[in-house]
């Protein structure tokens, strides 16, 4: 959303068609309804939106949501960056499309996120050609460290019996995250470097 608000074009991919309209609405819709910031700039700039589940637009960008298994957005949106979600469930036939959907960019870029299901394919097979790199944030003890749910949010009490790190959680506020060096909160949100 960040990069549409600031007038990038956004093709995010999903495995199938249909699985695109729950996902907006589970993760999308939602995200900009509890999100004041997002919220209020729908609120400001509701006259020129596009709103559906494939389309949403913030600022001068625009998000296109679509399907793997869907060739219109393939050939028809032009894109500077590219979002493929759960790689491994994609189908495989219009991804090689993506590259020429960014050919007119002078920003663009490709994100490719999944669970790995078989090494050697999809996005193990991506990582493994990758850099490897890892993001890591930086917290005030001087602990540096990649955030991971089971070391900063959740903790192993007894086999298969997990609780949370923050002690301070009612229900009412959010979760916070723990460093595992120093066991204070820190901002998951806060600058790194990879």
């Excluded at 999100?35 to 001068?60: P, V």
């Excluded at 923050?166 to 820190?186: H, L, M, R, V, W």
Aim: proline share 4%; charged share 25%.
């Amino acid at each position: 959303i960040d990069w549409a608000c600031s007038g990038k074009n956004i093709l995010y991919i999903l495995p199938t068609f249909s699985l695109k309209t729950q996902f907006v609405q589970e993760r999308i819709d939602k995200s900009v309804m509890y999100t004041k910031l997002y919220h209020d700039f729908i609120d400001r700039n509701a006259e020129k939106l596009a709103e559906s589940t494939s389309m949403k637009q913030f600022g001068n960008g625009t998000i296109v949501f679509s399907g793997s298994n869907t060739p219109t957005a393939f050939v028809s949106f032009p894109a500077d960056k590219c979002i493929v979600d759960e790689l491994d469930e994609c189908s495989e036939e219009y991804l090689p499309m993506l590259s020429e959907r960014q050919s007119a960019s002078t920003d663009k870029s490709t994100i490719k996120v999944g669970n790995p299901t078989i090494i050697g394919y999809g996005i193990e097979n991506e990582y493994m050609n990758s850099d490897r790199k890892q993001w890591m944030i930086k917290h005030d003890c001087g602990n540096y460290f990649t955030p991971d749910f089971f070391k900063n949010v959740v903790v192993e009490v007894e086999k298969g019996v997990w609780v949370l790190r923050d002690k301070e959680y009612t229900g009412n506020n959010q979760i916070k995250a723990i460093c595992s060096k120093c066991g204070k909160p820190f901002d998951r949100y806060s600058k790194g470097k990879w």
